[in-house]
Each structure stands twice: as C-alpha cells, then as structure tokens.
C-alpha cells in the first residue's frame, strides 16, 4: 500500500515535469553571393573627407570619401552592406576615458550632423549588397575607409555614397 | 549478497513520528515555494519580454532615446516618411500597417479608494491592432474620443483594485478625465500592463504635436533592414530602426542583472534549505542510533541501511515538492507583479516545476546523507548502548 502510494507520489512529480510548451526558432539569412572587386587592394586617389564632401559634393558626382565608421552606436546595418561614416576631424572618446562605444561619437553628436555619411556598397544593378558590412568588408566600428561610388543628395543636405569600391587603410 | 531494507520499512518510520515528519514536510514545502517564487518571477519576466517582440514588427524611434522609447521624440512626419519610402510595409485594403504612437509613463489616478500610481499610457490609432496583432479586445470597445482600453495588468501596474479599472469607471492623467470603454490582453506581451487611448486626444492632454515611435509591420519574411537602412540615409530625422524582437531582446540584456540577481536568490534559498534539511536530518537520525545499530546487528550491511535513510529524505522531499508545486500553481502562477517596465505575471511553467522540483529533492538526498554517514560510523556495540 505504501509503496504504492510512494510510486504514485514519484510518478505525479515526474508528470508535473514533464509538461512543456512547443518553442519556436526563427533563423533567417539573407546572404548573397558578392562581388570581389568592391574590396579595393589600394586606396583610391583624391580622397576628401565627409565634411568637406558635404558642403560641395552634388547629386549623381564620383566621388571619393574617407572617414570613419561611426555615428551612432550602431552604425551597420544589420543583413545589408551599408553604414555611416564621419570625417576623421570629428574626435570621439580616447580608449582611457572609458567608454564602451566611442564609435557613437556621444561627446561631440553636435559636430556629427554636419560630418556624416551613409555607405551603401551596390552591386553592377545599383541595388545595396544583401551581406553585411562587416563580413563583407571586414571592417569594424572606427576604422578608417575610403569609398569610391556616386554621390546621393536629398533636399536636407543628407550625403550617401552608392559605393562599388572600398577601401580600409590598414591598421586604422 | 547485498540485502536492501525494506522500502515499506523507510515509509513506515516516517509515519512513527507524525510530528516530526509534518513539521519537516512543512519546511521543506515553505523552501521549496520560495524557489518557485524566485524562479516564476524571473520566468514571468523571460516571458513578457519574449513575447512581447513581433519578427515582424519593426520600431521606429528617436536614435537619442537608446533604448528607452518613452524618452523618445519624432515629427508626427515621420510615419507618412516611412510609410512613402518604405517598399517593405505590409499593405491590406490599401491600409499601411504603420503605427504611430505616443508612450509615456504618467501618474494615474483611479478613483478615491485607489489613489494614484505610475501608470503607462500609450496614444494609439485605429492602425495599432493591425501592427500589434496580439492585442485583443476581451469586454468592452475600442476607445472613442474621451475614452481609454485598460490593459490587463494595468491595474497591477497602478497598484490599484481590478474594479477600480472596470468599464464606465473614470481615470485621471494628465489634467483630463478619460472614461474606461474596454478591456485588452495581449498574449502576456509588455502592453498588458497599459493604457491605450486615442492619439489625438492624448496629444492635446500633453500638449504634444510630436510622437514616441511609430511601429511598422513588415510584409512576411520580410527584414528590418530597409528601415535601417533609411534612417541611416535620412541622417537629418535623426532616428533608428530596430525589430521589435531585437528591442526586447536588448531589454533582456539591460535586466540581466536583475535575472542574475534572482538566480542567486533561488541558490540561497537552496542553500539555506539544504542546512534546515541538515538540520531536521540530524535530529531524526540522532534519536535512531541504537536502531541504526540493531539493523546491522541482524545483518544489514551499511549502504542498506545508508539508502533507507536517503529513501525517507527523498519521499519526504518529494511529498514536500508536490505539495509546493501544488501551492504554486494554484496559488502563485499568474499572480501579476508590479515592475519597472509595467507588469507581468509569475510564470509557473514546466521549467519552473522542474527546477522547483528538482531543488526539493536535492534537499533530500543531500540533507539525508551527512547524518545517515554520521550514524553508520558509530561503532555496532556502542550504538546498542546508546540511550
């Protein structure tokens, strides 16, 4: 009798244990194929910087820029082969001040606006590249590129680079 | 040959000394809800955020805001913006489902008995179903001019009673009376614990022309990364895209701490049943030494004899995790709690019977097994003399 009870006892405490609910896992990847040509092997010449860029530069003009990879503290875009970049005469916070993402500028956001520009690496149909940045080009937050492509003005004053080269000056 | 007790025999000694059997049952029933609190408190939490994320709902905010919407501010253009410049939109009817939001945290009065407490209040359109599909209407209507839909949990939130957020009753928040027409749920997500109302109206409350966010749903499979990619080119609206899942997956991180923190609480609690088992074992043994001694003086050998006693912790903490498992559920699984970000409710769920469970008879296996060890060293013929 006990030790039937006991069982019973064991068997509702294995049955409590037992009920789970379904899970469900999205997974998603949008990685394409890329053309190797993008990733320049020498730095294109005449490079302005974005600040310079953004007084002069107009709609549809080659341009090259170099900057840094930067703006906010997430400058990629997730799944796309585009970030922003910011003129290399706009400082952001020394590795002794401490803080975790000095790519975001949070010091000196006011020296940005005017200092900011959108990469969007495109393929031979002018669409963005559907990798991201960072496994595309190998490139991280505040390194140091230079892109080659058509320049993109709104009405706002915005500036974006349809690039199809880059480059990332070594050990920037 | 090895020759076990019998396992009548371990059931038998709890029942010799019901006194002493129901007051350790007891204890270790109370240690054992105590882990189930904690740990249904951090799988409540786990829960609300985890649903609370749509793979398909991207948020559109302020990029000064970090992750804290109600800090947020955009132009009230920003939704036609988006809605014009974005291929990736669901569309239905000729209806963009763009949700255009203002969210805030306001002190909320509900009425004298209740008083006043922090509520979240969320101004939203008639596109706000559309984009947050969990959301559903369970009594009343969607709020007209004047009016609010209370969520859930608001009143969990408000610290205020549930009838004091019933239908036709009034609340009060900034400086207007708003009527209640309804009720919602939605599925356990963060907007249980809120308060929706009109857009319009709630600008005028707070004399606000500008919004919070606006919430976009994306056509199926499709990727936030558009959005991105516009309020990256748009550099002058100075805003972000984020998914909604990634959002709540970064609020998981920023109550890290807070989950961590729980954890430690259930080891604790662990801990210190563990000792209380100790405790109790100890005291149950001690006064059996001479029958310890007489089981192997008629031959049972030590592990025999060592297992009985280990049988009579681990059924009495069985007993113990059922009956707080029991206690649990009935009593504490859904039970809301008020929190910074709203509210959510204890989750009992099978990870937390498991750990709950698990933890119980932990205590007895390792409660039991230092005193019975204790006992069996003693040597045979002293033991007999033992009073």
Not at chain 1, 102 to 108: A, F, L, Q, S
Not at chain 2, 181 to 196: D, K, P
Request: proline share 4%.
């Amino acid at each position: 009798m006990y030790q039937k009870m006991t069982v019973a006892a064991l068997g509702l405490l294995t049955m409590f244990a037992g009920c789970s609910e379904p899970s469900t896992t999205v997974s998603h990847d949008d990685s394409s194929a890329v053309a190797p040509h993008v990733v320049a092997t020498s730095e294109p010449s005449g490079a302005v910087p974005v600040g310079q860029a953004r007084e002069s530069v107009e709609d549809g003009e080659e341009v090259v820029l170099v900057g840094v990879v930067g703006g906010s503290s997430q400058p990629f875009v997730d799944g796309l082969a585009a970030f922003t970049i910011v003129d290399p005469k706009v400082p952001y916070c020394a590795p002794e001040e401490g803080c975790a993402t000095p790519w975001d500028y949070c010091c000196e956001q006011d020296q940005v606006k005017d200092n900011i520009a959108t990469v969007k690496v495109v393929d031979e149909s002018g669409n963005p590249v559907a990798t991201d940045a960072r496994e595309l080009l190998e490139v991280e937050e505040l390194s140091t590129v230079v892109v080659k492509g058509a320049a993109e003005r709104d009405e706002q004053g915005n500036l974006a680079v349809l690039a199809n080269q880059v480059f990332i000056r070594p050990g920037e | 040959m090895f020759r076990l007790l019998p396992w009548e025999y371990g059931v038998r000694n709890l029942l010799r000394r019901p006194v002493r059997t129901i007051l350790t049952l007891l204890a270790l029933a109370v240690v054992i809800v105590l882990v189930f609190v904690v740990v249904g408190f951090v799988r409540g939490l786990e829960r609300s955020l985890a649903v609370s994320g749509d793979s398909d709902v991207v948020l559109v905010y302020s990029l000064s805001a970090a992750e804290n919407i109600e800090n947020s501010a955009i132009a009230a253009r920003t939704p036609g913006l988006l809605a014009a410049n974005l291929k990736g939109i669901q569309e239905r009817f000729g209806v963009k489902h763009v949700s255009p939001e203002l969210y805030l945290g306001t002190r909320v009065e509900a009425g004298e008995a209740s008083g006043a407490g922090l509520g979240l209040v969320r101004g939203v359109g008639l596109t706000a179903p559309l984009v947050r599909r969990s959301v559903r209407v369970i009594d009343g209507d969607w709020p007209d001019s004047g009016e609010v839909l209370v969520g859930k949990l608001a009143a969990a939130k408000l610290g205020a009673e549930a009838s004091a957020l019933a239908i036709g009753n009034e609340l009060e928040f900034e400086g207007r009376t708003w009527r209640i027409s309804g009720h919602f749920t939605a599925g356990g997500a963060s907007y249980e614990s809120e308060i929706w109302c009109p857009l319009a109206d709630f600008q005028q409350a707070t004399k606000r022309q500008d919004l919070s966010l606006v919430a976009l749903r994306l056509t199926p499979g499709g990727s936030p990364a558009e959005a991105q990619l516009f309020c990256k080119t748009r550099t002058d609206l100075e805003l972000q895209a984020v998914g909604e899942t990634a959002y709540y997956a970064s609020l998981q991180q920023h109550y890290k701490p807070v989950r961590m923190l729980a954890w430690l609480v259930v080891a604790l609690v662990a801990g210190a049943g563990v000792f209380a088992g100790l405790n109790m074992m100890y005291g149950a043994v001690a006064g059996r030494t001479r029958e310890i001694a007489t089981l192997q003086a008629l031959g049972f050998r030590r592990r025999a004899v060592l297992l009985s006693i280990v049988q009579e912790g681990v059924l009495l903490a069985a007993t113990g995790s059922l009956f707080a498992g029991a206690v649990a559920l009935w009593l504490l699984n859904g039970l809301a709690i008020r929190f910074t970000m709203g509210a959510f409710t204890l989750r009992i769920d099978s990870t937390a019977i498991l750990i709950g469970c698990g933890v119980g008879l932990l205590l007895g296996v390792v409660g039991s097994l230092p005193p019975a060890i204790k006992a069996l060293r003693a040597p045979v013929a002293e033991s007999l003399k033992a009073i």
